[in-house]
């Protein structure tokens, strides 16, 4: 006999997949060239846009591993929500009107172009090496929300792992190869919504049907007392202040990162980032603070002093939303919040092979090897190194669960994001605060922070006496301050050409006088 819930579970998420691919055939419609297909002709929306970078910078992460870090740590995972909203308002308000004015002043569509046209470079190889470190990464960041989504289909349907994450490789690739980057913002809107909506009302609801007892500290502290310390839960005050700052500095990856910033290369005008910057701050601020809020009281209500937390809430916290979904909703809002979850992790993956299939078409196909070829003839050729390039990220994907079946995937996640994030966030932070910057010193930064991601995750982390707090404080800060550090002194070496500063200098003072 059909089980009636998993019918239900079924026909919601054919439902939203339906929503997804008439999506990516209305936006098919506004595909004339690679300008359309990677940036959406830069004519896009502030809410499309603000929802659409939200959605990216958060992926699954959001929904299962905030979720899981707030039942881990309690109160302290509070500090994730604080360091990833001054990075939103921080990004918005003070870079994203300079970026936008300065790639379209130099007719960029992919950040290599910006890179490559801001230094006025006579040669390919800021190109080259941005492009090959943004295929690298992307291609492990994908592959780890690939892998999220067969734990999703397992944990929440009851679907075999390798299936699940099949089927939603399928349902994103097909949008995307259908509709590009339109496909990916419009998309990302419907389901920032989604995840809007699910994760803010969520705890709203369970906190009406649970037994409050003396209270949310009190019962936190019934169970472990350490949960209800804000500044952390060690008693080594340094390992405390490595944690809180590794919490914090998650935010440090929304100022610059390629996947995000795309997003502000497409909006129509400078005007639409005022508008936008309110939506991206209060969906980051409630949505991350709802996370968090979930984790502590499934923390609550499924656990008891002295119990194995991950014993019972899975690794890392992972099973929290399932668990929470199953007991305290119906079973079409469960459902629902199965495509919620997809939605998270989907909004993620098509951003980033559309930015993949960028510096693979553009960047390295057309600008260095086929520069005679027009925009319009490689539309094509995108959609074909789209599909490479998810086909790899799967490859891998299957390759890491096979391997390694006991991972911590969050982690995994953290490192692509940590990895993106360090190696261009210092660069585009610089190009837009600093005329000093030059060609030499950003791929001096590239370099570093590329290097410091892989020494910081795989060598200082494995010291004898201080490698716990490497791995409390994770690999984006400190690698983020050494790639700024190089930067900024190979480029008093090697200083900037003086007509890239002039270049600069003018489009600034034609910002000032309008």
Same mark, same amino acid.
């Given at each position: ?14 439902? $939203? ?57 309690? $109160? ?98 097909? $949008? ?14 419907? =389901? ?7 994760? #803010? ?27 209800? =310390? ?76 002295? =119990? ?15 668990? #929470? ?40 196909? =057309? ?85 410091? #991601? ?14 716990? $707090? ?19 002194? #190979? ?24």
């Amino acid at each position: 006999m059909i089980d009636q819930e998993f019918v239900i579970k079924i026909s919601v998420l054919a439902l $939203y997949v339906g929503v997804l691919f008439l999506i990516g055939i209305l936006a098919s419609r506004r595909i004339k060239g690679m300008s359309d297909y990677y940036v959406g002709g830069k004519n896009m929306g502030f809410w499309a846009v603000a929802f659409s970078a939200r959605a990216t910078g958060e992926s699954g992460w959001l929904l299962i591993g905030l979720t899981g870090m707030g039942a881990m740590a309690g $109160y302290s995972s509070y500090w994730v929500v604080i360091g990833e909203l001054l990075g939103v308002f921080v990004s918005w308000q003070f870079m994203a009107k300079r970026f936008k004015r300065r790639s379209d002043n130099y007719g960029a569509i992919t950040i290599p172009d910006y890179l490559q046209s801001h230094f006025k470079s006579t040669t390919n190889t800021l190109r080259i090496i941005s492009a090959s470190i943004l295929v690298l990464f992307i291609v492990i960041y994908v592959a780890s929300q690939i892998d999220v989504t067969g734990l999703a289909f397992n944990s929440m349907l009851g679907i075999d792992y390798r299936l699940g994450a099949l089927i939603g490789f399928f349902i994103v690739i097909t $949008y995307i190869f259908i509709g590009g980057f339109v496909a990916a913002v419009w998309s990302d809107l419907f =389901q920032g919504l989604l995840m809007f909506f699910g994760l #803010v009302l969520l705890p709203i609801v369970v906190w009406f049907s649970m037994d409050h007892g003396a209270g949310v500290t009190e019962g936190l502290k019934a169970i472990d007392p350490s949960l209800i =310390q804000i500044m952390g839960r060690s008693e080594d005050p340094w390992m405390n202040l490595f944690t809180i700052l590794g919490f914090s500095m998650i935010g440090l990856g929304f100022l610059g990162s390629p996947q995000v910033y795309v997003r502000f290369m497409s909006i129509k005008n400078e005007q639409e980032i005022d508008k936008g910057k309110w939506v991206a701050v209060v969906f980051t601020l409630l949505t991350d603070a709802a996370a968090v809020t979930i984790g502590i009281l499934a923390r609550i209500y499924f656990t008891k002093n002295g =119990q194995d937390p991950e014993a019972i809430l899975g690794n890392n916290g992972q099973d929290v939303l399932s668990m #929470v979904t199953e007991s305290f909703l119906p079973t079409l809002l469960v459902a629902l919040f199965v495509a919620i979850v997809l939605s998270a992790i989907m909004s993620t993956i098509d951003s980033l092979l559309i930015l993949a299939s960028s510096a693979i078409t553009r960047d390295f196909y =057309q600008k260095i090897f086929k520069p005679h070829l027009k925009d319009s003839e490689l539309t094509k050729i995108s959609r074909i190194s789209t599909i490479i390039m998810a086909f790899t990220a799967l490859i891998i994907a299957m390759i890491m669960n096979y391997v390694s079946p006991d991972r911590q995937i969050f982690w995994v996640i953290i490192f692509g994001w940590s990895g993106i994030a360090a190696t261009f966030c210092p660069v585009i932070i610089l190009t837009l605060f600093w005329k000093g910057y030059s060609e030499v010193g950003a791929i001096a930064s590239m370099i570093s922070g590329f290097v410091s #991601v892989i020494l910081f995750n795989f060598v200082f982390k494995e010291l004898p006496t201080f490698g716990e $707090y490497f791995v409390a404080l994770d690999v984006l800060a400190p690698s983020f301050l050494v790639a700024m550090i190089v930067g900024f002194f #190979v480029s008093k070496i090697y200083p900037p050409r003086a007509e890239a500063i002039k270049m600069i200098a003018e489009i600034d003072d034609a910002a000032d006088e309008n």
